[in-house]
Structures are given as C-alpha cells and as structure tokens.
C-alpha cells in the first residue's frame, strides 16, 4: 500500500447481518497487520442497500448524515454467471437506494461509486473514460446492471461530488498474490491446474484480445489518492492496464510460471464454446463460461485521465510479468480453499 496521508478518523462498514462476524473478525486481522489503525475505529453496521434507507436503524441514519465525509460504494454481484433478476436487484436498485441515501449526508465530501471498465460491453476498439452510453449489448447480465447502475450514479453528478471508478479485471495483490476468490485470471489458473495431466496443452483461440488484470492494491492506493484529489470530483477513471498484453501472451505467460510449460497448438475458441456449455466440465475446470467471451472483445482501455491525474502520487499499475510470481505462489498454496472458488453451474 502507498503511503498516502489520509489519516483514517472512524469508519463505518454496511454489510448484510448475515456478513456481520465474518467483517468483524476481517477488521480484526487487519489491525493486526496494520500499525495506525485500531479495532475502534471500525463501527459494523447491518443493512442492506437493496432497502430504501439500506435498512440502517434510525438512530445510526441519523449520526452517519451528521459525520459521513466519504462514501465507498463496492456492494455489487460480482459474477460473471449471475442471474438477470439478482443482479438488477443489487446492483441497479441497490444503487439507487445508496444514491438517494448520500444526499441526506450533510458532510459529504465525496461519493465514490465502484463500476466496471466492462460498461462497455461488447464494444471494441479504443474506450475512453468519458463515454458510457454508445449504445453498446452486453456479454453478461453483470455488465448490463453495472452499466445501468453507472448510469445512475452520473445522474447525480450535478447534486453530489462524484468519482466513478473503473477498474480492470482485480487480480491479487502485486506484492503477495492475496485475493479473496479465484475468478478472473484465476480461471486460466484452474484450468491449467486440470490440463497439466496431458502431455500437451494448446492455446484456446488465437487471443489477441488485450487482458486488462489489475493488482488490487493498485486499485486501492489509486482509489484512495482520487476520493481525496479535487481533480477528482466529476470524473470517471479507468483504472486499467497502461500496457496490457493480448490474452495469448498472458496465457502463455500464466503456463510458464505456474506449470513450466509451453503451449503448443491452437484448439479453436469455438470448440472450448461447446466443452463449455457442459455443466460437468464447467465444474471440473472451476471455471465460467462467461469468461470465454473476453478471450475475443477486442476493447482497448484508455486511461488517460486517471494517468494525468495520478501523477505525483508514486502511484502506478505494475506490469502483469512483475506481479506474477507472487500470484502463482499464492495460488498455488490456497487452490484447494473452497471458500476462495467460485460454485460453477
């Protein structure tokens, strides 16, 4: 983490009451970790923003709109697979709610809403930040609620001091490797973990479609710095690779770290399709097969603004070949942790 100066003062954590000990007992882990934050500068509070008023009691709705400055909106379903219902629910709806929430904050300093680079949808080429709507279809129902959710989020632009973040698909830290859950670039992993048994393994496509996998930290350190920037209000950042490479060279990449192997061969995108649209291979890949589409979206990701304005802050995204030992490692020591794998169905 950058060693940026913003001093935490107290800060308050939504989560739905089945989430309550699970947050308390992470609070506790990072304060180990941690040398200037304590246990009592965390206040859990249970809700659920898919509520009007995010089901937060009345005394505490009261307190937060007297002290809250900053506002970091990730609750969102983050899967690729999810269902349209569900995910218009959290993270349209659940939106809203956060959206007609903020405006009663009387210290509000800065509404930070989490999106997604894929808004974009199926469009290819260059994708810049300032775009949202160009009529873009989707690949998902996650990218369509995101999309509609950011939307939302723009609409209050004039009435809140907004910044939308965008990042790129969130790998583990660049330093450790630690993630909370294996999806992502992680399904290349799971799959490999499954191949290593042939005596060969292809590449699937040709993959030159750019991967855009970002460090988690890098999101973190560069959140922080633009929730705190007055560049930052208004804007909408892309935090993304820089310089990505195509998904052949990082599946290449991916095999040498990991296996020590090269791939050899080309099994076309079009017969994974079809192995993928069986359940039982899905679920012993551990892997979606939503995730195939990105194989092929031949999107660029522009990054100029968040770039510009990061600048001064020692803050950059590290190139995907540095970070990667420490993923495999990672990966390698945690793989058989269920609670770390996504259910496939």
């Given at each position: 983490m950058a060693q940026l100066d913003y001093p935490a003062?107290?800060?308050?954590?939504?989560v739905l009451p089945a989430m309550r000990q699970k947050a308390e007992a992470e609070i506790r882990e990072i304060c180990k970790e941690a040398e200037n934050i304590s246990e009592e500068q965390f206040t859990v509070i249970e809700g659920d923003i898919t509520k009007e008023g995010l089901s937060i009691e009345d005394g505490m709705r009261f307190k937060l709109a007297e002290e809250v400055t900053h506002v970091f909106h990730l609750a969102a379903i983050y899967d690729l697979a999810v269902k349209r219902d569900i995910a218009w629910r959290v993270n349209v709806t659940g939106t809203e709610n956060v959206n007609q929430w903020v405006k009663t904050l009387k210290a509000l300093k800065r509404y930070v809403y989490f999106s997604t680079a894929?808004?974009?949808?199926?469009?290819?080429?260059?994708?810049y930040e300032h775009e949202l709507d160009m009529g873009q279809t989707f690949k998902n129902h996650y990218e369509e609620t995101k999309f509609e959710a950011e939307k939302r989020?723009?609409?209050?632009?004039?009435d809140v001091p907004v910044t939308v973040i965008r990042p790129g698909i969130v790998k583990g830290h660049s330093k450790t490797g630690e993630t909370i859950k294996f999806d992502g670039i992680y399904f290349l992993s799971n799959t490999l973990t499954k191949f290593k048994i042939f005596p060969v393994i292809p590449y699937f496509g040709e993959g030159t479609a750019e991967g855009n996998f970002v460090p988690v930290d890098y999101?973190?350190?560069?959140t922080l710095y633009l929730a705190h920037a007055h560049a930052g209000t208004g804007k909408t950042y892309h935090l993304t690779d820089p310089h990505p490479y195509r998904m052949r060279e990082l599946y290449k990449m991916v095999m040498e770290a990991y296996l020590g192997r090269k791939p050899h061969g080309t099994i076309p995108l079009s017969v994974m399709e079809r192995l993928f649209s069986i359940k039982a291979f899905r679920k012993w890949l551990n892997a979606e097969r939503e995730a195939l589409e990105?194989?092929?979206?031949?999107?660029?990701?522009?990054?100029?603004?968040?770039?510009?304005?990061?600048?001064g802050s020692g803050?950059?995204?590290?190139?995907?070949?540095?970070?990667l030992p420490a993923m495999v490692r990672f990966y390698e020591a945690h793989k058989d942790d269920r609670d770390k794998q996504l259910k496939i169905v």
């Open positions: 003062g107290h800060i308050y954590l939504l894929y808004v974009s949808g199926k469009r290819e080429g260059r994708i989020v723009r609409g209050i632009m004039g999101i973190f350190d560069a990105y194989f092929t979206c031949k999107a660029e990701y522009d990054c100029s603004t968040a770039q510009k304005d990061l600048e803050i950059s995204c590290p190139d995907f070949k540095e970070t």
